[in-house]
């Protein structure tokens, strides 16, 4: 007899299929095999207690606050956790309960189902001479090559900006960026490159949007996740997808106080209501892409609590982009300077991806694809090429 420890990242599924297990029992045993945890916040206490004895009758369990049982406060926070299958059987159970019970029953049923695709690596091109990352500025015949060549190394998104939007920088009149981003569109319109990639343009002036979306964009990357009603009315009009992006204050000051008393919840209540507005100007939800703002007006600790809370975001059913880059957050961890920042940056988009990121933004995309093939071999998602 043999005891072999399987690691918790590991295909269940293959595993059961080597074994010879019957696809139906696979099917049920696969949500048993997954372990997961959600911490409820402000449930009613009443709530609470249904739901950690609900949690416990089928073998689930749910940590609360001291005094909970003798419902010493109205209010508290819950950690439940449990196997896939415990969620499922629980998503279904409360609906019955009283004290908001049933919304909760109807959020937690939007994680059981859900699978991550295959990763989706955007590329970063900068037509500007100020953004943060000296090897991501390109003129515009440099930008074509260093988009061919992306491409090349397996970019299936290319982002382009004309605007730096590091911390401290300066808003660039609406004229510069237009003088900027022009040669490349014009560039681009002439080429049957935009068939071989999906174009996002990064911008949060519906004039440029425009410009790009005509020369054959189909995304539009907004920092500002959609303020500027009149960028709702381009996107909708030209049928784009779009990316909302959360940022708190302007790239001016945003790092110079950021505050929060729960960022992922906060990041949250802004998808929801910038979802909403989208809504209202026909903004189809399967176009809209969610990006939390790694760096946006966030310390180092809300970047990382931003991303272990990623897969709260799966709640939306909508693609998750993650862009940290060469980012500062990295020097704070590992003091490094931009250019030697390329082993941290692909630790957290490794990190992103096992949380549920669908869509990676670096700057570096043949490592980053190679760092990913390997995670996907590891966890039994893909063959070896050779």
Known sequence: MRV???SSQSDVIKIMERLGVDPAGTKIMEKKCEIMLFLIKDL?????????QDALSIGADAALPSGAVTCSFKKCDLLLMGTKKHIEILSKKEKAQPYGLKDLARELSLHIDQRASDVKIMGVINVNSDSFYPMSRF????????IERMIEEGADMIDIG????????DEVP?????????PVLELLKDSEITSKALFSIDTYRPEVAKMALEAGFKIVNDITGLRDSKMCEVVSFYEASVVIMHMQNEPKNMQADPRYEDVVSEVS??????????RRFSIPEEKIILDPGIGFGKRLEHNVALLNGLSHFKRFGREI???ASRKSMIDHIYPSKV?????????LHLKALREGAQIIRCHDVKEHKQAFAVERYLNGSVEALI
């Open 162 to 169: 004309a605007v730096s939007s590091r911390p401290g920088s």
């Open 44 to 52: 009613p206490v009443g709530a609470a207690n249904i739901l950690k």
């Open 269 to 278: 209540r802004f998808f929801e209501e910038r979802i909403e507005k989208a």
């Open 174 to 182: 609406l004229s510069e960026e237009i003088k900027r981003v022009s």
């Open 321 to 323: 982009l993650v862009g």
């Open 139 to 146: 003129d515009p015949k440099a930008a074509l090559s260093a």
């Open 4 to 6: 072999v420890k399987i």
């Open 339 to 347: 250019e030697e920042r390329l082993p941290g940056t692909i630790v």
